[in-house]
């Protein structure tokens, strides 16, 4: 099976920062893609931020300037760091990887269980 938990949420003032980290463990063979997504209250969650095998990163326009995805592939852990933060990125925000099972290559796609993210003076 895979895991992935995250960390790093919390309250943070306008203009902070904030970083936010998902540790992926388990029968990992390979990760093809990960991705932040975000679920802020009554919204639909929205993809923030996605790295895929490579290095090529996608970023909601929302975002754009603000945050920044990276990986550590050796750790196979995500990051995402969040500068200029405003009430609106007031969210749960949820780790996403997708690839390839070790032992039976099958393909896999989870979620975290997700890390709240406060914006708030």
């Known amino acids: 099976q895979v895991q992935l938990v995250e960390s790093g949420g919390g309250l943070v003032q306008p203009g902070g920062s904030l970083r936010l980290s998902c540790a992926a463990s388990?029968?990992?063979?390979?990760?093809?893609?990960m991705g932040w997504y975000r679920q802020g209250p009554g919204k639909e969650r929205e993809l923030v931020a996605s790295i895929i095998s490579g290095g090529v990163t996608n970023y909601a326009n929302s975002v754009k300037g603000r945050f920044t995805i990276s990986r550590d592939n050796a750790e196979n852990t995500l990051y995402l760091q969040m500068n200029s933060l405003k009430p609106e990125d007031t969210a749960v925000y949820y780790c996403n990887a997708e690839g390839i099972i070790v032992t039976t290559r099958e393909y896999f796609k989870r979620w975290g269980q997700g890390t709240l993210v406060t914006v708030s003076s």
């Open positions: 388990g029968s990992i063979f390979r990760i093809n893609a």
